[in-house]
């Protein structure tokens, strides 16, 4: 799943930042709202990989569904004209 991969490897980083910057001294609300910050722009440089393959995971699940949904849509049409020409 690389999504939770991704989403994993984005709470580590998140984790890192904070440990980080507890260990600096910076002993305030502020820390984990700082280290979101660190955690969203290493993960944009850093896990562009990761980040690639869960959105052509989704992508590809969005595709999957969509098809599944028009096959669906020309199966009950295919039925209602039965129903109609046998009525």
Do not use: C, I, N
């Not at 305030?28 to 869960?54: E, I, Q, T």
Request: glycine share 4%.
């Amino acid at each position: 799943m690389p999504v939770l991969l991704f989403s994993l490897l984005r709470l580590a980083l998140f984790a890192v930042s904070f440990v980080v910057l507890w260990a600096v001294g910076m002993h305030s609300w502020l820390a984990p709202v700082v280290a979101a910050f660190l955690a969203w722009g290493f993960s944009y440089v850093l896990l562009s990989g990761p980040r690639d393959s869960a959105a052509r995971y989704l992508a590809d699940r969005s595709q999957r569904a969509r098809r599944t949904d028009d096959d669906a849509a020309v199966e009950d049409a295919a039925d209602d004209a039965a129903r109609h020409e046998s009525a």
